[in-house]
């Protein structure tokens, strides 16, 4: 068995549509849109604006204006067959523009965060920089834990008593919080993949080898974000012999 970027993104949709979304629905919280799996009632979308043809994740960020405006999104009984990339090139530049169009939504969305509050209220405004800051965020954190853990290893000093004792208060938090959100993530994958015929169960222990790709992925689009913000790295679709058919 071997990491395979179809397989765990299958995991990880599974537990997008299966788990994360139908719960941030039961909160109330803002639901960032995902791809073609949408339904708009068309007098709303209009009345928006449409989508930012300028942002390339424009479904993500027309799921947050939805909400700033007084709408909300509902969860449909149904599912798409949507083609995973079958390789790691292709699944880089995709991710590389979902990573990218993210960080377009939050920081559009926050450049007047007061404002922003006020439309979407506290509790809705929180989830907002939790889901998408903080999304953006982990991934690009992710690999400087494990650079930092690597320096404290080679050095001989990790967990050491310190000079100051914050410093091992700080990575026992650091280590429970990695830990926790790898068992977390780990375990709604599981109950995702149940309801969806338990395929791929034993791909999950490749989570954290996942998350490093998505954070090298999320450093690609910070890069082009400075670089060329509006490039559309596109997705060949049609490629696997299930699409294919």
């Known amino acids: 068995m071997r990491l395979l970027p179809n397989a765990e993104?299958?995991?990880e949709y599974a537990a997008l549509f299966s788990g994360l979304l139908p719960t941030l629905q039961r909160l109330g919280l803002p639901i960032p849109l995902g791809g073609t799996s949408n339904h708009f009632r068309i007098s709303?979308?209009?009345?928006l604006g449409a989508w930012d043809a300028f942002n390339v994740?424009?479904?993500?960020?027309?799921?947050m204006r939805l909400y700033r405006h007084g709408y909300v999104c509902r969860m449909l009984d149904s599912e798409t067959a949507e083609e995973a990339p079958c390789s790691?090139?292709?699944w880089l530049y995709q991710r590389t523009r979902w990573m990218k169009g993210w960080m377009q939504t939050y920081f559009v969305h926050m450049r007047q965060p007061f404002k922003l509050w006020r439309q979407l209220g506290t509790g809705r405004f929180l989830g907002f920089q939790v889901m998408v800051g903080g999304m953006i965020f982990s991934a690009l954190a992710h690999p400087v834990f494990y650079l930092l853990l690597a320096i404290e290893v080679s050095a001989d000093t990790f967990l050491l008593l310190p000079s100051s004792v914050l410093g091992i208060h700080v990575w026992l938090v650091a280590l429970f919080n990695i830990a926790i959100g790898y068992l977390a993530s780990m375990t709604l994958s599981l109950i995702?993949?149940?309801q969806k015929g338990a395929r791929f169960v034993l791909?999950?222990?490749?989570?954290?080898?996942?998350?490093?790709?998505?954070s090298f992925a999320a450093y690609r689009a910070l890069g082009q974000l400075v670089t060329k913000p509006f490039h559309w790295e596109k997705t060949e679709h049609g490629v696997s012999s299930?699409?294919?058919k």
Do not use: C, N, Q, R
């Open 9 to 11: 993104f299958a995991i």
């Open 242 to 244: 299930y699409m294919a």
């Open 88 to 90: 790691f090139k292709p």
């Open 203 to 214: 791909h999950i222990l490749f989570m954290p080898a996942y998350w490093l790709l998505i």
């Open 44 to 47: 709303a979308l209009k009345w």
């Open 192 to 194: 995702a993949l149940k």
């Open 57 to 63: 994740t424009e479904d993500a960020d027309l799921g």
